[in-house]
T-cell receptor, first 116, second 115 residues
Framework: KAGVTQTPRYLIKTRGQQVTLSCSPI?????VSWYQQTPGQGLQFLFE???????NKGNFPGRFSGRQFSNSRSEMNVSTLELGDSALYLC???????????????FGPGTRLTVL | QKEVEQNSGPLSVPEGAIASLNCTYS??????FFWYRQYSGKSPELIMS????GDKEDGRFTAQLNKASQYVSLLIRDSQPSDSATYLC???????????????FGTGTRLLVSP
């Protein structure tokens, strides 16, 4: 089975721009979670989508948004980029059955975003 | 208090020794616990999951869970230089506003295994 894929792998943007990142989960996985990883803060949860619905959201400003499509692929968008948004953005998928328990998550390779 | 806490290290052990990595968590309602390994510049990869009190062994890795003490650990036997990485503890934490659980990660412990 193919793993989680993320595109693009690297991005360089300038302050004030917006960016869209894409994630394709493992086939059959319906839950997709997004994380931001920085050296100072570690892995921070952004949000989780299941069946095109956002089920959970972390403590990030409204500039960070996401969506999920009917084929479970997900995108996240960051508007009005700030220098502090430079980070590794990770997507993870899980074979949740729709219950409320967080299942094992499998990570994609990540997108390295640099904001200049 | 942080939801999931780990010692950032680095934890240095010689090749062949046992490495012991520890993690504590704050929410007694947590039911699922995971250990991930992350090499520099790479994404986290799952090592083990544990759901019940006690030990769970998989090759050179043993996960230990003590829900009463809110403590989970990972032992790596016969440590190899290739085990040098950051080890992330992850715990599912109920979200009070949505009712759904989310996975919360510790900041990780850096392990260095010297030849």
């Amino acid at each position: 089975k193919a793993g989680v894929t993320q595109t693009p792998r690297y991005l360089i943007k300038t302050r004030g721009q917006q960016v869209t990142l894409s994630c394709s989960p493992i086939s059959g996985h319906r839950s997709v979670s997004w994380y931001q990883q920085t050296p100072g803060q570690g892995l921070q949860f952004l949000f989780e989508y299941f069946s095109e619905t956002q089920r959970n959201k972390g403590n990030f400003p409204g500039r960070f948004s996401g969506r999920q499509f009917s084929n479970s692929r997900s995108e996240m968008n960051v508007s009005t980029l700030e220098l502090g948004d430079s980070a590794l953005y990770l997507c993870a998928s899980s074979l949740t059955t729709g219950t409320r328990v967080a299942d094992t998550q499998y990570f994609g390779p990540g997108t390295r975003l640099t904001v200049l | 208090q942080k939801e999931v806490e780990q010692n950032s290290g680095p934890l240095s052990v010689p090749e062949g020794a046992i490495a012991s990595l520890n993690c504590t968590y704050s929410d007694r309602g947590s039911q699922s616990f995971f250990w991930y390994r992350q090499y520099s510049g790479k994404s986290p990869e799952l090592i083990m999951s544990i759901y019940s009190n006690g030990d769970k062994e998989d090759g050179r890795f043993t996960a230990q869970l003590n829900k009463a003490s809110q403590y989970v650990s990972l032992l790596i036997r016969d440590s190899q230089p290739s085990d040098s990485a950051t080890y992330l503890c992850a715990v599912n934490i109920p979200s009070f506003d949505t009712g759904f659980q989310k996975l919360v990660f510790g900041t990780g412990t850096r392990l260095l295994v010297s030849p």
